[in-house]
């Protein structure tokens, strides 16, 4: 299998907090993982990409100091959303690419869906 | 032009029927193909990945891949209600793309 789990499923938080959600592959290693952002309706638009153990890569337009990445280990990634807005409200979806397949196959988590008040 | 064009729907269907899902995409240097299924509040499942040109079967499901016509369809047969649930597309140029996705198509199987 290849299955991916993200915590928490559902982050509610008053504006200027901050929020850590986890990703973590549970049942393989992960070269790459990704970091994705679904507003209502519309499609996963990627936030950013990350390999384990050097710094993540930013899509144009997603403030790197904002949504902060650490990739610690083969296995977990986390995304901080630093003082977080209403703005800031969204799906936050993560995926990651196995070690022994091609980086084209990605496993999604079941999102973290975040509300910022 | 977007990079890959899907409708959004809905689409319903009577329990039984063949659905037709498709996109289209402008940059013909994508050479890898998915579908992902996404239930209300999930995250993506991947349903199949085609790389290049041609069909691909798995169970009730078929990819189709023209990449002459920029065109990627996903058939689902004998459709159940347990099929009901957006369906993305996804493409990428190679092993340092990234994937590319399609804005989804609501469908809707009813019993």
């Known amino acids: 299998g290849a299955v991916v789990s993200q915590h928490p499923s559902w982050v509610i938080c008053k504006s200027g907090t901050s929020v850590k959600i986890e990703c973590r592959s549970l049942d393989f290693q992960a070269t790459t993982m990704f970091w994705y952002r679904q507003f209502p309706k519309q499609s996963l638009m990627l936030m950013a990409t990350?390999?384990?153990?050097?710094?993540?890569?930013?899509e144009q337009g997603v403030e790197k100091d904002k949504f902060l990445i650490n990739h610690a280990s083969l296995t977990l990634s986390t995304l901080t959303v630093t003082s977080a807005h209403p703005e800031d409200s969204s799906f936050y979806i993560c995926s990651a690419s196995k070690a022994s397949e091609i980086e084209e196959t990605q496993y999604f988590g079941p999102g973290t869906r975040l509300l910022v008040l | 032009q977007k990079e890959v064009e899907q409708d959004p729907g809905p689409l319903s269907v009577p329990e039984g029927a063949i659905v037709s899902l498709n996109c289209t995409y402008s940059n013909s240097a994508f050479q890898y193909f998915m579908w992902y299924r996404q239930y209300s509040r999930k995250g993506p499942e991947l349903l199949m990945y085609?790389?290049?040109?041609g069909n691909k079967e798995d169970g009730r499901f078929t990819a189709q891949v023209d990449k002459s016509s920029k065109y990627i369809s996903l058939f689902i047969r004998d459709s159940q209600p347990s099929d009901s649930a957006t369906y993305l597309c996804a493409m990428t140029r190679g092993s340092q793309g990234n994937l590319i996705f399609g804005k989804g198509t609501k469908l809707s199987v009813k019993p």
């Open positions: 990350s390999n384990e153990g050097s710094k993540a890569t930013y």
């Open positions: 085609t790389y290049s040109s």
